[in-house]
């Protein structure tokens, strides 16, 4: 039996300028591509984290923006779990995989 996983993309995103996680600009998606960071901290942020999510984000834009979890959550570093919401920084031209083995966390590395 074959078994298919569908997931979704979006690009052409633009990060939320000026910053901050309130008004971010929201990624739903399995893989999201951001063309327009256009200042150095635009932002984004993570929809929530439940088991078995997968986001992979690129930032494709000009500066490095600032990524947020969802408000109440947080980031995984390895062993070293993040203040509640507290952001990461994805570098111009680089990308970041986020994977949710607990609900409210989404570990990277």
Same mark, same amino acid.
């Given at each position: 039996?074959?078994?298919?996983? %569908?997931?979704?993309?979006?690009?052409?995103?633009?990060?939320?300028?000026?910053?901050?996680?309130?008004?971010?600009?929201?990624?739903?998606?399995?893989?999201?591509?951001? $063309?327009?960071?256009?200042?150095?901290?635009?932002?984004?942020? #993570? $929809?929530?984290? #439940?088991?078995?999510?997968?986001?992979?984000?690129?930032?494709?834009?000009?500066? $490095?923006?600032?990524?947020?979890?969802?408000?109440?959550?947080?980031?995984?570093?390895?062993?070293?779990? %993040?203040?509640?919401?507290?952001?990461?920084?994805?570098?111009?031209?680089?990308?970041?995989? %986020?994977?949710?083995?607990?609900?409210?966390?989404?570990?990277?590395?």
């Amino acid at each position: 039996m074959d078994i298919y996983i %569908l997931h979704s993309q979006e690009d052409s995103i633009v990060a939320f300028v000026g910053g901050g996680q309130g008004s971010a600009t929201v990624l739903d998606h399995t893989f999201n591509m951001i $063309d327009t960071c256009s200042n150095a901290n635009d932002s984004c942020k #993570t $929809d929530a984290a #439940t088991v078995g999510k997968i986001r992979e984000v690129v930032n494709y834009g000009l500066e $490095d923006m600032e990524l947020f979890p969802a408000v109440g959550e947080r980031f995984q570093d390895g062993q070293t779990l %993040l203040a509640i919401n507290e952001s990461i920084i994805i570098a111009a031209g680089n990308g970041q995989k %986020l994977r949710c083995f607990t609900i409210g966390i989404f570990r990277f590395n």
